[in-house]
């Protein structure tokens, strides 16, 4: 059964089938019987608790509040802002009548036709729309601004290519929306949560990333400028693990959101909307695992140690049971969170495989022996090495090693970004490196049609325009043409 749990695709023979191997085998999700569609189940539901937590902490630290709006938007409310509706038209699910009746023909249930509504609704792709008519009745005066809002929601986009936590027809995320009475404080909300989604993705999910604004063909429907942070996966491809939107005055104007200054003038108010999702589950699982299954930073483990007793008979497990009871209080006091698996219907080698396989970053095994010699085995998941270290003071020392653990994931995920990141300054180089997995950093003359061909004829897009590193200007890889500075072109999830 140990062997079997470890069946995973190696990555280096499909990185595709590792990642969905190691999706169901470690028992995150599994597809439902809804098309595109997927169960999240306990073990991965956890993770994303961990998630949300620490960012509902953190934007709460930041004079956040969370609210609820409505799963369904009416479809006039998508036509106010012409590029939002032109950005979401093809994903967008439709609710056309609100009744099911008896099939007369005896073949189960039929939609009714005469329950349909007098206007269509659509499925929540996003909650601009309806958030912005809903703050024209919050708005009046200066002095109801800023609204910092946020929700926790699911989203349907019709995906017609999907892959779990990565690309699903439904999802779960965070999406804030503030409004602001200037321009100036909208471009620093906007700025300080894109700081925030980089520190958490950081400090973390132990997961390197590169803060950005977006080109304009990948810019947010609507928005006036996207940022965006920019994750390496092990396949050297980026995966956008958080954006955050200036909307300027776009969806003040569609739903006529203004508000009266502190003279008395009327001024249309100052949008941003930002949000993650559950595809931060498949990040995780791309920067950091193995193929021996998940490797999981200590911050967001749903138990960050795992406790295997090794006895014989009930009399050894007891005495162990009794020597272990202080070690959880103790651990449990510290923060951590701990699980003692003493079930006597898995065997320890069972449970050494299943434990690695779900990533979880400490293992402690502890036997007769060990009982005699005060002492404990102690495994890391990360570096998968084990030493036996005295029961005395072993708390202190497992915080200090989950500490440890913690950053080793984050250099290792670090050193090896670094090893694929290269600036190119040729066409035909770029055609080269793209295809062996790089994040290029190259001149580009800042034309959309520039940017099509290479997408067109490498499949590798600007991921962002980098806010920090090198500005120095040069020439456009591609046309020969002027360019302010380097961008970050790579394929992606």
């Known amino acids: 059964m140990a062997k079997e749990l470890k069946e995973l695709t190696p990555r280096s023979v499909d990185y595709s089938q590792w990642y969905l191997d190691l999706v169901i085998k470690a028992d995150l999700a599994e597809n439902s019987a809804v098309r595109g569609c997927m169960v999240i189940k306990p073990y991965g539901y956890a993770i994303w608790e961990k998630i949300q937590r620490q960012l509902d902490d953190m934007f709460k630290e930041t004079g956040h509040v969370n609210a609820y709006f409505p799963l369904f938007i009416p479809k006039s409310f998508l036509s106010k802002e012409a590029d ?3 950005g979401f038209a093809k994903e967008c699910a439709v609710v056309t009548h609100y009744r099911l009746k008896n099939d007369p023909d005896g073949k189960g249930v039929i939609v009714d036709p005469e329950a349909k509504l007098e206007e269509e609704l659509i499925v929540r792709p996003t909650s601009e729309t309806i958030i912005w008519n809903t703050y024209r009745n919050w708005i009046q005066s200066y002095r109801d601004l800023p609204i910092l809002v946020n929700q926790w929601a699911n989203v349907v986009r019709w ?10 027809a439904e999802f779960l995320w965070q999406e804030g929306h503030t409004a602001h009475a200037t321009r100036e404080e909208a471009e620093a909300e906007t700025i300080q949560m894109l700081n925030v989604y980089a520190q958490f993705a950081e400090e973390h999910m132990a997961m390197p990333v590169i803060k950005g604004v977006k080109s304009a063909s990948e810019r947010f429907a609507g928005a006036l400028e996207t940022y965006t942070i920019e994750a390496m996966m092990q396949d050297g491809k980026a995966l956008q693990s958080g954006t955050s939107h200036f909307l300027g005055q776009n969806f003040a104007k569609a739903f006529d959101v203004k508000f ?17 999702s559950t595809r931060l589950i498949g990040a995780l699982i791309m920067a950091h695992s193995d193929d021996n299954g998940l490797v999981l930073p200590p911050k967001l483990a749903p138990f960050q140690v795992v406790i295997v007793p090794i006895y014989k008979g009930e009399e050894q497990l007891s005495k162990i049971d009794a020597k272990v009871e202080g070690l959880v209080k103790s651990l449990k006091s510290l923060g951590i969170s701990v699980k003692y698996d003493n079930a006597d219907n898995k065997k320890p080698g069972w449970k050494f495989s299943e434990y ?34 005295s029961f005395d003071g072993l708390d202190i020392y497992i915080k200090n090693l989950l500490d440890d653990i913690q950053a ?28 062996e ?14 940017e099509e061909r290479v997408k067109t004829e490498t499949k590798a897009t600007i991921r962002c325009i980098p806010l920090e590193g090198d500005k120095t200007p040069g020439k456009c890889m591609v046309t020969g043409k002027p360019s302010v500075q380097r961008v970050v072109f790579a394929r992606a999830y």
């Open 408 to 435: 080793n994931i984050y250099k290792k995920a670090f050193d090896f970004r670094t090893s694929r990141m290269i600036t190119v300054d040729t066409y035909e180089e770029f055609k080269e490196k793209i295809e």
């Open 159 to 168: 995906e017609m290519r999907t892959r779990l936590f990565l690309r699903t």
């Open 84 to 86: 939002h509706v032109e």
């Open 260 to 276: 009266a200054d502190k003279e008395g003038k009327m001024d249309y108010v100052w949008a941003t909307s930002w949000g993650l």
């Open 356 to 389: 690695e396989l779900k990533g979880v970053p400490v293992r402690l095994a502890i036997g007769a022996r060990d009982m005699e010699n005060n002492t404990v085995e102690v495994a890391r998941r990360d570096t998968l090495t084990k030493e036996t270290v």
């Open 437 to 450: 997995g790089y994040f290029i950093f190259a001149h580009w003359d800042g034309t959309s049609e520039t």
